[in-house]
């Protein structure tokens, strides 16, 4: 099983990023998706998530209207574009895999919003 994260970097405020979450070694169709993130001296923090058809999302407050998850279940990857960046969402993220008591994680990207 593995959960490969890319696309993170240094953005300027105002910017934008798309990361993307490639998953292999299981049926990724089966799976609600999800991107976390953690700041430095925090906790780990769900910030949107897709269910398993792609049909519904749902997304932390502070990046609503900003942020867009989206899936291709025919390429098994999960993604998440993210406009309108700001300091605080500096993090390193992670893609997440749930399906039933089953879950995997990826290594995680790093994303770095900063003028």
């Known amino acids: 099983v593995q959960l490969v994260e890319s696309g993170g970097g240094l953005v300027q405020p105002g910017g934008s990023l798309r990361l993307s979450c490639a998953a292999s070694g299981f049926t990724f169709s089966r799976y609600a998706m999800r991107w976390y993130r953690q700041a430095p001296g925090e906790e780990r923090e769900l910030v949107a998530g897709i269910t398993s058809a792609g049909d519904l999302t749902n997304y932390v407050d502070s990046v609503k209207g900003r942020f867009t998850i989206s899936r291709d279940n025919a390429k098994s990857t999960v993604y998440l574009q993210m406009n309108s960046l700001k300091p605080e969402d500096t993090a390193v993220y992670y893609c997440?895999?749930?399906?039933?008591?089953?879950?995997?994680w990826g290594q995680g990207t790093q994303v770095t919003v900063s003028s």
């Open positions: 997440n895999a749930r399906f039933g008591p089953y879950t995997y």
